[in-house]
């Protein structure tokens, strides 16, 4: 169980990203996040594994605090959490297997990973996690050669590497074409089935409404709603993003998934 | 033009006030910008044109004023067409904008601006077809067309003798004959002056073989006897290996000689070449070679040293680094600026400087590469660290990697490829360059170049724009392969 309390982040410059939020997320959970740009989507998932580190609030997992955490054991503790991007992250200049073993760095021992020598049990989940996203074909390529898609699906099969008991994902879909969209998701939402908590940020409300067991809002770092997907109606739609808004779907057609 | 009440008033007056002072038309009309740019540039233009084309014939030297016009015109008096054309541009403008509103196109005053520039530039650069020699072109280029790198291996067969030049009023000369391995060289008379006929014979040598006959002075510079004194004279010997043949003491023998009634020893040489077989390279293309080398080497030591420099260096001058508190970015402002300003003093210049400090050859060569690598390096390792993606390093991060593995798994792969790539591109520049600081006395093959070209050896400076053209190329593809690998 993750619980966050009272999460405030003021950003040096003085912009407030997010203002007092508090919420609980159950293992399990298909947790998604929505809101405008600029609504503290990306600062709330960067502050569960602390990437950013909050100004004010505390955030606690299975009773160990996060937001308190020192240094080795904030290191114990993002192991445990894989992380999706929305530009992915990879390293574009390097292979495509040695962007997968990076997920491993947090369990390799550390001098041992500097010289870039793997236990071979570590290389062989490797392939597996690239077998799983169905890219193992790929492995010795660079990464920039790769498709959108097909880069994302390195990203995730990354976090696999970390054997997560959580996912965050930024946005793993607003990079790619809508179609791509879900067959991305299609992997998060099977590691969701295995048992692997999900915490996913979302643009496109039929997305939400495919995948997402509970739903958060944010608007100018404020949490507006807080429920079952099926509760984001046409007046809370208008709420959360403005009066202005008209509803886009990725997909018009449902994949085959 | 957006004014919001055009100010409509006479083209005639507006014209007399422009005619009166460029751009006084304009202003009147509360175009001040135009009037002001007008003026000013009527005013360069006027300068430049007044500075360069001061009139050569004063105009009452002349009784007839028509060919003193015409003859100031023709001097440069013409570029005065110029400013006079604006001036009357800038009439029509001001009349045309004071009567309609509307500015006539500033294309016309470009172009006299232009036409001034490109005309006065034209004449001050002193570009003169005519000056060129085809002749003086082949001189130089003919020898070229032989480089001095590799010859036949062949065998010298060489006979001399001494010859007295010229004969001395108290002295008796001494007898002009020589025997060497059953070799015999003779001259007579034992003594002559300048220009006089000599006979000189030679038996023993290889029969009906092409001999060279040459004459040594007694400083021991070499002169031709053929042709007009400037022609190797080739003799056969018999099928006895002999030859007698009439040659003329060269008529620059005596240069620089103090004493011209002083009788000197001159040589006069007989060789013969056989070939051996095979191929040899010249002492030339060994000097061609050497210097090569040590150009490229040079490089290569210059880039070494420059790398370690400039890797720390980079980091002081990365905005995205220092940019955070005032400190750093003072650093970074400083650092920067010494960058800046290095990097615009040429090697070539550098090169000048350590010649006087630690002295001719490949050394002060290195260290002016090095010096101008360093800075150039550092330029452009900063903008790669300036453009490390932030991405890849939060998402090292994001696995639970400590700081040294962020390092080594997010931030070296970005910038070690584009390092390598410039680094590379740095050397193949310090090659070409350390081939041209060689001609102030940095070492390396330029500085044989430039020997050379002075005392006009023209095959082997042929044969070093062959070995330079080589390299060059050479280097240029495979810096240019391996960059498109990394990149």
Known sequence: ??????????????????????????????????????????????????????????????????????????????????????????????????????????????????????PPTDKQRAVKALERVGIADKASSRADALSGGQQQRVGIARALMQEPRLVLADEPVASLDPVLSHSILHYLEQLNKEGMTVICSLHFLDLVHRYATRVIALKDGIKVFEGLPAEIDRAKFKEIYGEEAQEVRATTVEASA | MKESEPARRSPLLAGALSALLPGLGHVSLRQWYRGVAILLSFLVLTGIVAWYAEPLISWDSSIYPLLAFLAWFKFGGFWYLAPAGMWLWNIWDAASLAGCGRTRTILIPLLFGMMAAYGIGWQLVEVDFSAASLDRAMAIIRPMLYPDMVEERRELNRMWTYVSVPCSATETPPQARREEDGKVASATPDCAKLSEALTVSVSGMWPDTDTIVWWETAIGDDKPLGGN??????????????????????????????????????????????????????????????????????????????????????????????????????????????????????????????????????????????????????????????????????????????????????????????????????????????????????????????????????????????????????????????RERLV
């Open chain 1, 1 to 118: 169980m993750l619980r966050i309390q009272n999460l405030t982040k003021v950003y040096p410059n003085g912009t407030q990203a997010l203002k007092d939020v508090s919420f609980e997320v159950k293992d399990g959970e298909f947790l998604v996040v929505i809101g405008l740009s600029g609504s503290g989507k990306s600062t709330l998932l960067r502050c569960i594994n602390r990437l950013i580190d909050p100004t004010e609030g505390k955030i606690t997992w299975d009773d160990i605090d996060i937001t308190a955490a020192p240094p080795a054991e904030l290191r114990r503790i993002r192991r445990q959490i894989g992380m999706v991007f929305q530009q992915f992250n990879l390293v574009k200049r390097s292979s495509v297997m040695t962007n997968v073993m990076n997920g491993r760095l947090g369990y390799a021992n550390p001098w041992l990973s500097l010289l870039g020598i793997w």
């Open chain 2, 229 to 482: 004194e400037n022609a190797p004279l080739i003799v056969r010997t018999d099928a006895t290996g002999s030859l007698t043949v009439v040659i003329h003491v060269p008529s620059t023998v005596m240069i620089a000689q103090p004493d011209p009634s002083l009788m000197l020893q001159h040589r006069v040489y007989f060789d013969q070449y056989r070939p051996l077989g095979g191929y040899q390279i010249t002492s030339n293309g060994g000097f061609v070679l050497k210097g090569m080398m040590e150009s490229v080497t040079m490089a290569l030591m210059a880039t070494t040293l420059s790398i370690l420099l400039a890797i720390p260096i980079s980091f002081l001058a990365a905005r995205n680094l220092m940019g955070g508190n005032p400190f750093t970015l003072f650093i970074y402002v400083i650092t920067r600026t010494i960058l800046n300003f290095v990097r615009s003093i040429e090697a070539l210049i550098l090169a000048i400087v350590f010649v006087i400090i630690v002295g001719l050859g490949p050394f002060a060569g290195v260290m002016a590469l090095a010096v101008h690598s360093v800075v150039a390096l550092a330029k452009l390792y900063s903008e790669v660290i300036e453009g490390i993606d932030p991405g890849p390093i939060e998402a090292v991060k994001a696995t639970g990697a400590n700081w040294l593995q962020v390092a080594r798994y997010g931030v070296i792969p970005q910038i070690v490829p584009p390092f390598t790539a410039f680094t590379i591109y740095r050397w193949d520049i310090n090659v070409r360059m350390s081939i041209i600081i060689g001609m102030v006395g940095g070492g390396g093959i330029g500085q044989y170049l430039i020997q050379w070209i002075q005392i006009n050896e023209m095959g082997a400076v042929g044969a070093a724009f062959i070995a330079i053209a080589v390299v060059v190329i050479t280097l240029d593809y495979l810096s240019a392969k391996v």
